[in-house]
T-cell receptor
Framework: EPEVTQTPSHQVTQMGQEVILRCVPI?????FYWYRQILGQKVEFLVS????????KSEIFDDQFSVERPDGSNFTLKIRSTKLEDSAMYFC??????????????FGEGSRLTVL | SQQGEEDPQALSIQEGENATMNCSYK?????LQWYRQNSGRGLVHLILIRSNEREKHSGRLRVTLDTSKKSSSLLITASRAADTASYFCATDRRLGGGADGLTFGKGTHLIIQP
């Protein structure tokens, strides 16, 4: 069964460093998303991406963050100059249609980021 | 505005009993979805109910939607230990949907006691 894959599963970094989280969405999907979940808290929307551009971003997704689809398969989230409060589980998701229609999101297993 | 607030925050029941979780939301929706998350894992889609539907079934899951009260419930019948997880409701970030993703609630943590 097709699945969303994320790497790395866990990354530890020093405050101020840059990290790149990678995702391979399901191959025929067109919509891509990043969410984050701070331990024990709700799943928060960061950004959605469609047709090679950002569709929407939340207030969390400030200039520190960027996304890219460098080729036909990967979807990356870059966090520049990480802060302690960026420590969280980051989830990539993809869908074949917009959420107003079929709507189901397929999530990866997440990348746990720990900022020291 | 805060969409998708589930209650209770935590629920512990005996195996074989039914588990009911509720979700309330504030604005109009296209559809409402329920997801499950096992500890430390990704979210898994369970069921989607459209705004013009009132009830939907999938296996041991039954979802209801009351748009007049802006609420939904998820019922898991004949619970099993493997149902232990957190359950989230989710709605479109915007009524038009499209590429804007979903807003998730805080979730109900369900524990099934063997």
């Amino acid at each position: 069964e097709p699945e969303v894959t994320q790497t790395p599963s866990h990354q530890v970094t020093q405050m101020g460093q840059e990290v790149i989280l990678r995702c391979v969405p399901i191959s025929n999907h067109l919509y891509f998303y990043w969410y984050r979940q701070i331990l024990g808290q709700k799943v928060e929307f960061l950004v959605s991406f469609y047709n090679n551009e950002i569709s929407e971003k939340s207030e969390i997704f400030d200039d520190q963050f960027s996304v890219e689809r460098p080729d036909g398969s990967n979807f990356t989230l870059k966090i520049r100059s990480t802060k302690l409060e960026d420590s969280a589980m980051y989830f990539c998701a993809s869908s074949s249609s917009g959420t107003g229609f079929a709507g189901e999101l397929f999530f990866g297993e997440g990348s746990r980021l720990t900022v020291l | 505005s805060q969409q998708g607030e589930e209650d209770p925050q935590a629920l512990s029941i005996q195996e074989g009993e039914n588990a009911t979780m509720n979700c309330s939301y504030k604005t109009s929706i296209n559809n409402l979805q329920w997801y499950r998350q096992n500890s430390g894992r990704g979210l898994v889609h369970l069921i989607l109910i459209r705004s013009n539907e009132r009830e939907k079934h999938s296996g041991r899951l039954r979802v209801t939607l009351d748009t007049s009260k802006k609420s939904s419930s998820l019922l898991i019948t004949a619970s099993r230990a493997a149902d232990t997880a957190s359950y989230f409701c989710a709605t479109d970030r915007r009524l038009g949907g499209g590429a804007d993703g979903l807003t998730f609630g805080k979730g109900t943590h369900l524990i099934i006691q063997p």
